[in-house]
């Protein structure tokens, strides 16, 4: 199995194994490729578009794409701090940013940090 990045060839295949994907999970057709696109040509813009911060893969075996993944680095934060208890993971920020935001909270309300999210203590 080869791992590579998508190419806009690749979109009549990828959309294949969406399909697929989507009979055999039916909670995958509610996820949207783009909502300002129209649906066919949503995944051919989202390869087109890659860059450092967005990638699409694309598996392939025996010369057939097999699967495929679109990741980012942009991710929205905020309602993952406040829907779970990130703690352990410095709640998805930075180290620095995390201890710098903890201690100006700490000095503002003398300790009263205890259960709060990064989101409050930023404030």
């Known amino acids: 199995m080869k ?10 295949e990828l959309l294949q194994i969406i399909a697929r994907s989507q009979l ?26 890659q860059g450092p911060e967005d990638k699409v893969l694309v598996a392939q075996s025996a010369g057939q794409l097999v699967g495929c993944m679109s990741v980012t680095s942009m991710v929205a934060v905020g309602p993952l701090q406040e829907n779970f208890d990130l703690q352990i993971y410095d709640q998805l920020v930075q180290p620095d940013v995390y201890e710098a935001a903890l201690a100006a909270h700490t000095q503002r309300n ?14």
Not at 3 to 12: S, Y
Not at 26 to 32: D, H
Not at 110 to 123: D, F, H, L, R, Y
């Open 110 to 123: 003398a300790g009263a940090t205890v259960g709060k999210s990064i989101t409050e203590i930023m404030k």
């Open 24 to 49: 055999r999970c039916p909670a995958l057709a509610q996820v949207s490729l783009r909502e300002e696109s129209p649906p066919d040509y949503a995944l051919a813009r989202i390869i087109r578009q």
């Open 3 to 12: 791992i590579r990045d998508a190419q806009v060839r690749d979109h009549d």
